[in-house]
């Protein structure tokens, strides 16, 4: 079965600490993979994707993500968070062809980023 | 140019009752996604249209929830007999939807729903 799993439902981080997001994929064939944040009362806004190539992601707001076939693993990551950053953050993966032209995203259940001052 | 938008942000209903959600894509994008997020979970796929029509509606629960995009843009969402357990916020999407493609889905805001 399809499926995104992110192990980790809170995290708190000090401002100024690096951060680690994991994500952990099941799916038939390696799938676009995508990481998406989420803040109160806001819409999804898209972090960063893989699609092929280069393995390390480079995203928006200072993040990047590893691709890791042989663990189906696509973690984020940031150097260093800032109080912003705290959200909802999402795992995503969507198929990389399809015959039925559907290409839905499977979301993971969220990973939650306090940050302390 | 414009994103993604939902109407209503926030809707409030009663056990029982009939709910339309409407989302207005990004002009241009032929491809439209509904979305549910319950609390604390994921968003999961509902429906998928590829212009007008209703190209994977295996994500619906049940037949109370039927969805229509009759001009190929605007799409309503539409929930009969309302139940406690439909409470969730409701994400639309859309992307380019080019065959083959890479179709990155753009989301709107949400519609939060609460069935009292």
């Known amino acids: 079965a399809q499926s995104v799993t992110q192990p980790d439902i809170h995290i708190t981080v000090s401002e100024g600490a690096s951060l680690e997001l994991r994500c952990n994929y099941s799916?038939?064939?390696?799938?676009?993979l995508f990481w998406y944040v989420q803040s109160p009362g806001q819409g999804l806004q898209l972090l960063l994707k893989?699609?092929?190539?280069?393995?390390l992601v480079q995203g928006i707001k200072g993040f990047e993500a590893e691709f890791k076939r042989s663990q189906s693993s696509f973690n984020l990551r940031k150097p260093s968070v800032h109080w912003s950053d705290a959200a909802e953050y999402f795992c995503?993966?969507?198929?990389?062809?399809?015959?039925?032209?559907?290409?839905?995203?499977?979301f993971g259940t969220g990973t939650r980023l306090k940050v302390l001052a | 140019g414009a994103g993604v938008s939902q109407t209503p942000s926030n809707k409030v209903t009663e056990k029982g009752k009939y709910v339309e959600l409407r989302c207005d894509p990004i002009?241009?994008?032929?491809?439209l996604y509904w979305y549910r997020q319950s609390l604390g979970q994921g968003p999961e796929f509902l429906i998928y249209?590829?212009?007008?029509?209703?190209?994977?509606d295996s994500g619906l629960p049940n037949d109370r929830f039927f969805a229509v995009r009759p001009e190929g843009s605007v799409s309503t969402l539409k929930i009969q007999r309302t139940e406690r357990g439909d409470s969730a916020v409701y994400l639309c999407?859309?992307?380019?939807?080019?065959?083959?493609?890479?179709?990155?889905?753009?989301f709107g805001p949400g519609t939060r729903l609460t069935v009292l």
């Open positions: 999407a859309s992307s380019l939807g080019l065959a083959g493609g890479i179709n990155e889905q753009f």
């Open positions: 799916y038939g064939a390696t799938p676009y």
């Open positions: 893989y699609f092929s190539g280069d393995t």
């Open positions: 995503a993966v969507g198929p990389p062809f399809t015959t039925s032209g559907t290409y839905k995203y499977i």
């Open positions: 002009s241009g994008h032929t491809a």
């Open positions: 249209f590829q212009g007008t029509g209703a190209a994977d």
